[in-house]
């Protein structure tokens, strides 16, 4: 069946229209905002110059953007599954094994986030090589 902490965290949602509203549209809003931070990080821009290439680089991709965030939130939600089953079989280890998911989660999403950020700029700017090696200098 469904884990118990798997329910819970489903009541809590379902009861909570805020909640809910916002896992519908923080997806929706936070597409183009998806590659801010490698933009801020590799093109050391600031964060205003950041979000706007951002937006510029997603220009065009939207729904696309939109099915890999969704897809990304599949993922960890079922990493809160396997969570939550661990919990109902193993309670002793979930606070070792919820840090690693957190971090395994936040490495994966930060590596996708700047491979799309590389993508985006190859199909914007084209394959320039060159330019791209000097984003790591």
Same mark, same amino acid.
């Given at each position: ?27 929706? %809003?936070?597409? $183009? !905002?998806?590659? &801010?931070?490698?933009? *801020? ?5 600031? +964060?205003?110059? /950041? ?41 002793? %280890?979930?606070? $070792? !094994?919820?840090? &690693?998911?957190?971090? *395994? ?5 930060? +590596?996708?986030? /700047? ?23």
């Amino acid at each position: 069946g469904i884990p118990a902490a798997g329910l819970v965290t489903f009541g809590i949602i379902a009861d909570s229209p805020i909640i809910f509203v916002g896992l519908v549209l923080a997806p929706l %809003i936070a597409v $183009p !905002f998806l590659v &801010a931070v490698p933009a *801020a990080a590799l093109e050391r821009k600031g +964060v205003s110059s /950041a979000l706007a290439r951002s937006i510029e680089l997603s220009r065009g991709s939207y729904w696309r953007l939109l099915g890999l965030l969704l897809l990304m939130g599949v993922v960890y939600v079922a990493i809160v599954v396997v969570m939550g089953a661990t919990v109902d079989v193993i309670v002793g %280890i979930i606070l $070792p !094994f919820t840090l &690693a998911a957190v971090l *395994a989660y936040g490495t994966f999403a930060a +590596v996708l986030a /700047a491979v799309v950020y590389l993508e985006l700029r190859r199909v914007k700017e084209g394959p320039g090589a060159e330019g791209m090696a000097t984003l790591f200098d």
